[in-house]
C-alpha cells in the first residue's frame, strides 16, 4: 500500500497500514440466544445475539416477506472514561441510533425476506469493550449469530430445507488517513487523529453495501477516496474468510 | 452521462439523469435569524436559519475556538402522508439524528473555528415540504445561512475584520442508480425506487467532506460508485455556483 | 374606540388602536396536505395544514361523527432568541399544550361531528415566525385550511354531497389594554407591555367560542373588559371578511 | 337570578341556580408545609400546600423580587374511573399544564413580588376528590395556603414586619348554561351538560384576573356572557368572605 | 422486650419500644372507589383507593384468574421539606418503584385469583402526610380498602357468593434497632437514627408474606434480627385486630 | 441441611440442597476500568465494572466522605426470551432500579467513607448472561471490582496508604423453598418453582447487610425462615472463601 522506495510505516501496535488487527470470533457464546457470537477486533469485544421469532411488525403482516433489526449500545465502561447509560439517560443518542441502523440495513442487505418467510431476526450487538472500529466488529459478528439463528430456525422447521435466506456474506471495516497514509481497520488512538475516516460494509462477493466517508478533519479529495476503497476491500475480503472459518467449525457445545 | 448510443433518458419530471432540479434560494427569509435562507430543490422547502450567539458549550470554554451544530425537523405534514410530531413522541427518531449530525459535520468541515472565536453558530433546518433531498438542501441551505450570520457578526464587533472563519463553502446533492442509471438530485418518486441512494456532501474547491452510500437494493459495484461520484461531484459544483449568486445579491430590507 | 376629543393614539407601527396588521392568506401552500394555508398577521407567519383521514380515534369508534383535533407549534428561531425544540428537550411545554387545545376547541366549535362521518381532521399550526397573536393566527389560518380539507374530503365523496360539516366559520383576535387604551391585535412589543391580556375566539355570526381575559398587570374591571369585547368583535367580524375572500378565490394550480 | 314569574329553577342537589355548594376549608391541615387549607366545594375536596422558601429562580436571581408558582395534580382516583398517573405515562397532560398555569398566574395577581422579597412560594393543589370545580376549589384553597405561608415568613423574619405582599384577596368560581339557565359553581353532573361553561378568577375588591369562558355546546351571545359574569363576581363575592372567615379563626394545633 | 432491670426506655413520643403509634382507619373515604380507607400511623397518613374493573391485563386473558396491582406515590409536599413531582420530572423514582411493587405482592399474597376471577384491583396509595413507615401503613390501608372493593363486587355479582378471594388478612410494621434497642413502628425522626431498619409484612394468621431488613450503619447479627422480627409479629398481629375492627363497623353513609 | 433419614434430594443439575453452583471469578476482564469481574455462578454470567473517580456528588461537597453507587442492567437477550432493552423505551423498569439500589446499600456496608476520602466509585453490573441469582452474583463480583479499584487508586495516591476504606467483605447468595426443602443458590428453573425466595447479603464476618424474603406462593413461618437463612450464611461463608481466593492472586497482564 505504501510507495515502494519509502520505508515501512510500523503502526502504535506494530501493524503494517493494510493489517487488520487479530480477529477472533467466538460462536455460541450465549447459552439463550438462536445465534451469538463474540466478536473481538483487537481490544473491540462486542457480543452479538441473534434472535429468531416467528411473526413480523405489523406493518409486515401478510406480505410473505421477513424482518431483519438491529440494536447496538455499549456497556457503560466500554470505554475509557465512563458514559452515563441511555436508559438512565432516558433516551437515546444519535451516534447509537446511527450505528443500530447502518447495522440493520447492512444485515437486510444480504438477505432474502422472501426465503426468510414472515419470522424476525433481532440483532442485539452490544460492546463490552471499545477500542475503536466497534461499528465494525458488530456488523462482521452479527453476521456469523445471524447465520446460526437462521441455521437453527431452519432445524426447528421454521424455514423450509430449500429456502436459502443469505444470498452473501457480509463484513465491515474501517479505514482512515492518518498522516497522509491511508490505514485500515483503526484503533482508537489512530481513529481520533485520522484526517478521514471511513466505515465500509462489502458483502462476501466485494460489493459494496454501505460506504461512509468522513472528512474528520481537512475535505478530501478523489484520489484518497480511491485509496481507503482499495484498502476496505482487501480488509472485508480477509473478514469474510474469518467468517466463513467461523462458520466451518462445528457449533460449541454451549449452544 | 448516458451512452453515446442510447436514447436520450427522461425523468417523469422532465430531467435528464444529470439536471438537477430548479433551486431557489431566499436569503434573509427569517426576520429574527442572525442568518437565514428558504431554500427549495423543486418541491422540497427547507427553511435554514443560523443563530449566532456569543460564547460556547461548556466542554470548549476557555479554548479559544467556536461551534457551529445543527438541528434538522419535518413538519408533521411535510409528507405525504402525516408525521406524528417528535415533541409528541417525547422522542426523536434515529433518522431525524442522523441528519441533524450529518448537517452538523457539514458545515463545521468549512469553518475555521479559531478564526470564529468563543461563539456558536447554531444551526435549524425545518423541512416545510418534502419531495426528496431534504438534507442536501438542508446543507446547501444551511452554508447559505451560516455565510449571512457570520456576516452579521462581523458587523456586529463579534468577530474581528480580518478573520475569516469561513475557509471554503459546502453544498450537497443526492444521486442514485434508478433501473441502472445514475441520475442527479432525486426526486421522492425516484428516491423509493433507487437500487442505490448516496448523498455526497463537498466544498466549493470539489473536495468530498461525506459520502455516503447505500446499497438500498442490491450491493453495487466499484463502476458503478464511481459514475455515481462523477454525477456528484458536477451537482455540487452548479450548487456552488448558486450559493455564490445568492450570497453575491443585497440582502432583502427583511433582515 | 377612543375618546371624541383625545389626541388620536398612534402605535409603534403606525396603527390606530383599533386597526388589525395587514393580515394575508396563501391558500394551497402545501402541496400535500388536503387543506393549508399560510397566514401572516404582520411579521407572525403561521403555517396551517389540514390532514383528512377515514376513520376516528379508538373512543369514538362506531358512534357515526368525526373528529377534529389540532398541534400548535413554534419554529426553534420563530421568536427573537431561539428557544429549545420540545422534540429535544422530551416533552411539550405547557404553553403548547394550552394552545393546542384552544386551537381544537375552537375548530371544533363550527364543525358539525355527524356531518363530518367517521372521518378525522388533524389540524397543524406551526409558527414560522412569531410577532404577537400566533394563535389567534394559527385559529383563523386553520380554519381556511379545514375549509379546504372538507372541500378535498367531498370531492373524493369521503363526505357527502348534502353533508354540510361546517355550520358557522371561526376566526381569533387578541386584544389588551396599554396605557389605559384598549387595542386590537397586539404585536409582540405591545402584548409584553399589556396591563390586560385576551384572546377572543368567535363565530362569522359573531358569537363568542371562547374568551380567554388574563390580568397581566392590574386585574381588571368590568367596563375594561367590555370594551375589550366590543373591540375584539369588531376585528373578528374584519377576519371573517377576509376568511370569505380567501375562500372565494380559486385555489392555486399548487394544490 | 332567575327572572320574577318563571317558576324555581331546583338543580339535583337541591340547590338553586345561584347558590354555591357547601363550602369548607381546613386551615392547617399539613404539618409540614409552612400553609396549608383542605378546601371542598360539595364534594369536591383538594389539598393546597404553600412552600416558602428562601431564593427565587436563577432567571430572577438579585431583582429583590419573589416568586410564585403552582402545580395542580389529581390523584388517580379521585374521579368516577381512575385515571393513569402522569407520572407513570412519563408526561404530563395538557389539562393539567393549562390549570397549573392557571393558579400560579391568579396568585401572582394579588402578590407584590418587591414585598415578598427573593423568597419564592411553591403552590401544590392536590384533588383528593373531584366532582367538578377542582381549579375554582383549587384558587380558592391556595390563596389561603399561602396568606398562611406568608403570615408563617413573617413570624420567621423572612418577610419584614412592614412588608405587605398580599395587595388583595383571590378566589375563583365555574359558571355555566344548562338548558338556557345561567348556573353557579356546576358540580361534575352538571359541567358535562354545560353549554357553556366559564371559570372566572376574581379579586375580594370585585376585579377579574380570569375570565375563561368556552362554548361547550353551541358559541355563546354577548347576553349570555354577561349573566354569566354578574352570577360568577357574586359567586366570589361570596368566596372572599368565607376565605376571610376561615383566616380570622386561630389556626389549629396542628400546625 | 427490654431487659428485666434496665429503666424503662421512653421514646421522643412517649411511646415504650414495643409500641405502636395511634393508629385509625377512615374506611370508604372516597367517594367514588370501589373501596377506600384513610390510614394514620401517627402522622403518617396514607389515603388508600381499590379501583375494581372486570377484564385482566392481556398477558392474563383467558387463565380464569384476577389480577391485583399497585401503585405508591407522595404528594409533593407530604414530607418535610418539599420533593419534585414524578410527574414533573418525567420518571418515576426507584424507592418509588419498590415500594409499589411491595404493596402489589403482598397484597395478592392473601388473594386467591381464581376465586376472584377475570377481574382487576388497581390498588392505590397516596401518602398526603409523611412521618415515617409510609409503606407499612399503605399495606395495612391497602388491605381494608381491597376488602370493601371486593364486597362491593360481590354485591355487583361480579363475584359469586361462594367465592372467597381472600384467603388470609394481610398487614405490615417496621421494626428498627435505635441505640442498642429494637423498636416497633419507627416515626421518621427514629427512622434516620436507626442502624438496623426492617419492614415486615405478615398475614392474619401469623406468616411472612415479606422480611426486609437492611443494615442502615453496622451489619447485625441473628440475635438482633430474631428480636427484630419477634417485635414485628407482635405489631402486625396488633395491626389486624385493629383491621378487623375497622371491617367490622358498618360502613360510613360516605360509600 | 436435609433430615437424617431422609433420601438424599439431588437438583436437576445434580447439586445438593446446600451446595453452590460453579463459581468462577476472572479479576481484571476489563481493560478500562479502574476495577473489574467476570463473576459467574452457575450460567449466570456478569460483568462488575468499579470506576474511581475524584470528586463526589454535590450534595457531599465538603464534607471530607466518599460515596459508591450502583448501576445494574441486563443485557436484551441475557434471558431465554428476548426483553426489550430499556434505553428504548425510555425509562428504567422497577425491578432494574430495585436491584440496583439494593447492590448500591450493598456495597456500601462494607465501605468507611471517611477513609475512601472525597473520591466515588460508581459500579456497573450489567448481566451477559442469566440463570438465576443475577443480583447476588453481581454484589459478589461487584466487590471484587471494587476492591481492586481501590488498590488502584491507592496505587495513584488517590487513596492515602494507611486509609482502609474497605472494612469488611460482602457477598449474597440466595435460598428458596422448593417443594418443602430449602435450597442454596437457586437456578432460572429453580427459583420459578420456589414457594418462598430470599437473597441474602452478608459480610466476610457473617453479618447480615441485607435481607429480603417474599412469599411468591404461600406466605411461610419462622421456621422455615430459620432454615433459610442457616443456609443463606453457609453460602455466603463459602463465597467469601472464593472472593478471597481470587483477590490473593496476582492480577491478570490484562489489566
Known sequence: MTEASAPAIIRADGRTPDQLREVTIERG??????????????????????????????????KGKG???????????????????????????????EI???????LRAVVDMKALGENTLQIDCDVLQADGGTRTAAITGAYVAMA??????????????????LI???????????DGTPMLD???????RAETDMNVVATGR??????QGTAEGAPFDRR?????????LAGTASLTELQRAALAASLAAGE
Open 67 to 97: 424482518w431483519v433489526t438491529a440494536e447496538y449500545a455499549m456497556l457503560p465502561r466500554a470505554t475509557n472514561t465512563r458514559n452515563d447509560r441511555e436508559s438512565v439517560k432516558g433516551r437515546i443518542g444519535g451516534r447509537t441510533h
Open 168 to 178: 452473501d456474506t457480509v463484513s465491515a471495516v474501517s479505514v482512515g488517513i492518518i
Open 206 to 211: 466485494g460489493l459494496f453495501v454501505e460506504v
Open 100 to 106: 443500530s441502523r447502518l447495522i440493520g440495513r447492512s
Open 29 to 62: 457464546w450465549s447459552a439463550h440466544a438462536e445465534g451469538s457470537a463474540l466478536i473481538s477486533f483487537g481490544g473491540t469485544k462486542v457480543l452479538c445475539t441473534a434472535s429468531f421469532t416467528n411473526g413480523v411488525p405489523r406493518w409486515l403482516n401478510g
Open 148 to 165: 446460526d439463528a437462521i441455521e437453527w430456525a431452519r432445524g426447528q422447521k421454521f424455514i423450509g430445507q430449500r429456502s436459502t435466506p
Open 186 to 192: 483503526l484503533a482508537y488512538v489512530e481513529d481520533v
Open 224 to 232: 484518497e477516496l480511491d485509496s481507503l476503497l482499495d484498502l476496505a
